[in-house]
């Protein structure tokens, strides 16, 4: 894995998942981590991170907490809503919902620390998609998927505007992985097991990601100097 000695992480929900295991991760390997999320209790425990509470809704807070960070050299985006459903049964307010806190959110974040990046010609910034975006047709998942595939586009769009100004942006694309709202998924049918069975059967290998191994891709990739603009799936081999 990088070894990012002295560099600076920032990293969006991270009291528990795939955020949580990534900013564990950052801090082993020597980045000085400020791990934030709007639930400020969740972050107890993190290893070696500073913390803030951050809602990246709030356009302020966001400002506010950017700017006390100081120079960003690993941007790591993992705020995210998932909501099941087809287009018929999305309302407006859960697509409204879903593209300010699954996308709009990203973007807040690369407004409150690229132009710093800018100004030292150096920055990594990695967002957290999923397959189930413009990779993967994924069933019940309208509204995930369409607001997904959109970090696709922003994250290319960021990569090609600044790859000449020494900024990289990658997205990251998992396929199932353990977490807290994964849990909750699961139970929210009504029968815990037979949807956990039907999650781990779509992934060839068998099993459903540890959040962890999320969090070694998006180390590697922060230290990946000639990568930037791509959909990097860890998906237990569902695309392959
Ligand atoms: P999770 O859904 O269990 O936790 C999400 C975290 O986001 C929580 O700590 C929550 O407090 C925080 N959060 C919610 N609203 C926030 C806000 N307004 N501001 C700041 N933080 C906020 O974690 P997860 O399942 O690991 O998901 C993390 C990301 O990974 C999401 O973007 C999700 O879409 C994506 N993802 C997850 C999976 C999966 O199977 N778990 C697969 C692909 C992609």
Request: proline share 3%.
């Amino acid at each position: 894995t990088s070894d990012l000695t002295g560099q600076r992480v920032l990293v969006t929900a991270a009291a528990q998942g795939i955020g949580r295991a990534t900013a564990q991760a950052f801090a082993r390997a020597g980045a000085r981590v400020l791990a934030t999320d709007i639930n400020a209790p969740g972050l107890a425990g993190l290893d070696g991170c500073e913390t803030a509470r951050l809602d990246v809704l709030d356009a302020e807070c966001v400002a506010e907490v950017c700017a006390r960070a100081g120079a960003v050299d690993v941007l790591f985006n993992a705020a995210g809503v998932v909501h099941s459903g087809t287009v018929l049964d999305c309302s407006e307010a859960e697509l409204d919902f879903a593209y300010d806190l699954n996308v709009k959110s990203m973007v807040r974040m690369v407004q409150a620390v690229l132009p710093g990046m800018l100004e030292r010609k150096s920055g990594t910034i990695l967002n957290v998609s999923s397959v189930a975006s413009s990779v993967q047709g994924v069933p019940n998942r309208f509204v995930y998927s369409t607001t997904k595939a959109a970090v696709l586009g922003l994250t290319k769009a960021i990569a090609a505007d600044h790859v000449a100004q020494g900024i990289r942006c990658n997205a990251i694309c998992p396929g199932t992985v353990q977490s807290p709202s994964l849990d909750d998924r699961l139970a929210a049918g009504g029968d815990y097991e037979a949807a956990r069975a039907a999650f781990v059967a779509r992934q060839p290998m068998g099993r459903i990601a540890a959040p962890e191994e999320i969090a070694d891709l998006a180390v590697y990739l922060a230290g990946a100097t000639f990568t930037t603009g791509q959909a990097c799936c860890i998906d237990g081999g569902w695309t392959l």
